[in-house]
C-alpha cells in the first residue's frame, strides 16, 4: 500500500471514527442500521425502527413484500411486544413527489395469553388492504396479501464493535443471537401500481399523533445525521428531506468520502430517504432491500466513493432466510 492510500485509508476511518464518536453513544447497539438511532426512540424499543425492507416475493413475482423490525435486541434490550397505541405503517409514494399516495397501517391491542390482536388497515388511493388477526398467526388479507407479526431472528448483520473499533472489522456479527419483533406484510403488485413503475416505500411509527420514528434506506439517520439533529429527523417527512437536512448529509459524505461535489451529487440519491423500488423487479439494494442484501458493506462503499472496498467481513445473516412467507429466520431461543 502507498503512503498516499495508507494516508486515506487511515483518513477516512478516522472520520468515520469521528463521526461514529459523535454518533454513538452507550448502550453499545447503536449505531446499527437504524437501531437506537436517536435519544426519543431509545426510550422504547417498541417505537423503534430498526430496518425496512421492500423486494419483490421470491415465491410469487406478482407480489411485493414489506417489512419492518423493531424492539432491538427483544427480550434483552427490549420489550417482544408491539405497542398499543402506537401506529406502524408502511408509506407508498407511487408518484415520485415522496408525499405517501398509500399507507397500510397496523395497530395492536394489549397482550393477552401470550399474544396481542392486530388489524390492518390502509389510507390513501390505491385498493383497500384489510385484516385482523393475532401475532403468530399467518393472516389472509383481504383484497390479497398475507399478513404476520411476531418474534424473529434480526434479519440485520454488521460487526458493530469492529465499526465501533476504527474499523478495525474481524467479521464478528454483533447481531448474531439477537431478536427482533417483526411486520411482515406482502401485497399483490396490483395493489402498488403496474408493473414497471417506481414507487418510495418508508415506514414510520407514531403514537398519540407524534411521529416518533421513520426510516426508509438503511443507517442513513444513524451515520449521516448530527446527534443534535436525529429526533428532528425521525420526526420529519420524506418531503422536506432536501431542504431540511442535505446539509448536514452533504457535509457527513464529504467528510467520509473527502469529496464536497461527489458529496452534493450522493444527497441528490440519498434523499429523500425512500425506499426506491421498482415492481416487478427482482433485483436487490438500491432496488428496495432484500433481507440477504449487505447494506453496509455497499454503503461503506458508496460513502467513502469507493475508497473503503473490504467490507466488514460478516457477508450473510447468523441464520438462513426462509423462501417461503415470512421469509425471516425463526427466533433464537429466549430465556
Ligand atoms: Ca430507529
Ligand atoms: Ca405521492
Ligand atoms: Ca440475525
Ligand atoms: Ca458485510
Request: charged residues 20%; negative net charge.
Amino acid at each position: 500500500m502507498t503512503l498516499t492510500r495508507t494516508r486515506l485509508t487511515i483518513g477516512i476511518a478516522a472520520a468515520l471514527l469521528v463521526l461514529v464518536t459523535a454518533l454513538v453513544a452507550p448502550p453499545s447497539i447503536g449505531g446499527a442500521a437504524d437501531h437506537l438511532d436517536s435519544p426519543l426512540v431509545a426510550q422504547d424499543g417498541s417505537t423503534d425502527i430498526n430496518d425496512v425492507y421492500v423486494f419483490e416475493s421470491p415465491g410469487a413475482a406478482d407480489s411485493t413484500v414489506l417489512i419492518m423490525t423493531v424492539n432491538p435486541a427483544a427480550g434483552v434490550m427490549s420489550d417482544t411486544t408491539f405497542n398499543r397505541d402506537a401506529r406502524y405503517e408502511f408509506l407508498v409514494d407511487t408518484d415520485g413527489d415522496a408525499v405517501q399516495d398509500t399507507t397500510y397501517e397496523i395497530t395492536f391491542k394489549k397482550t393477552e395469553n401470550g399474544t396481542q390482536e392486530l388489524k390492518l388497515k390502509t389510507k390513501g388511493d390505491k385498493p383497500r388492504l384489510s385484516a385482523r388477526g393475532q401475532t403468530g398467526e399467518i393472516i389472509n388479507v383481504d383484497g390479497g396479501g398475507t399478513l404476520t407479526a411476531g418474534l424473529y431472528d434480526d434479519p440485520f448483520f454488521f460487526d458493530l464493535a469492529g465499526f465501533q473499533n476504527e474499523l478495525a472489522f474481524t467479521g464478528d456479527d454483533f447481531f448474531a443471537g439477537l431478536n427482533v419483533s417483526a411486520i411482515v406484510l406482502e401485497v399483490p403488485n396490483s395493489a402498488l401500481g403496474t408493473s414497471g413503475d417506481a414507487i418510495g416505500v418508508w415506514a414510520r411509527i407514531e403514537v398519540g399523533g407524534t411521529q416518533i420514528d421513520r426510516m426508509g434506506r438503511p443507517a442513513i439517520n444513524t451515520v449521516l445525521i448530527p446527534t443534535g439533529t436525529k429526533n428532528a429527523f425521525n420526526a420529519g417527512i420524506p418531503s422536506n428531506d432536501q431542504s431540511a437536512f442535505r446539509d448536514e448529509v452533504v457535509a457527513s459524505v464529504t467528510a467520509l468520502s473527502g469529496d464536497a461535489a461527489y458529496a452534493e451529487a450522493l444527497a441528490d440519491v440519498l434523499l429523500p430517504d425512500v425506499n426506491t423500488f421498482t415492481i416487478g423487479n427482482s433485483e436487490g439494494f438500491l432496488n428496495g432491500r432484500q433481507l440477504a442484501d449487505d447494506v453496509i458493506d455497499a454503503e461503506l462503499n458508496v460513502l467513502t466513493n469507493g475508497a473503503f472496498t473490504a467490507g466488514d467481513g460478516v457477508n450473510a445473516n447468523d441464520k438462513a432466510f426462509s423462501n417461503v412467507f415470512p421469509y425471516l429466520a425463526s427466533a433464537h431461543p429466549t430465556n
